[in-house]
């Protein structure tokens, strides 16, 4: 879980569970809806980056 929380603030809250799960199975072997849960549980949402309008 810590593992998770440290992956998320590293990569600026732009990480869904998706790639979440890519990053924590080259260190050990997490199923992905294991990974959504703990997101959910510890209220980690992905956070959309809004574009600029170009003035």
């Given at each position: 879980?810590?593992?998770i929380r440290k992956i998320?603030?590293?990569?600026k809250f732009r990480y869904a569970y998706r790639k979440v799960t890519v990053i924590v199975n080259q260190i050990m072997k997490v199923n992905r809806n294991t990974v959504q849960r703990w997101m959910q549980?510890?209220?980690l949402q992905y956070c959309?980056?809004?574009?600029?309008?170009?003035?």
């Amino acid at each position: 879980m810590h593992l998770i929380r440290k992956i998320y603030i590293e990569n600026k809250f732009r990480y869904a569970y998706r790639k979440v799960t890519v990053i924590v199975n080259q260190i050990m072997k997490v199923n992905r809806n294991t990974v959504q849960r703990w997101m959910q549980k510890s209220n980690l949402q992905y956070c959309i980056k809004i574009k600029k309008d170009k003035e």
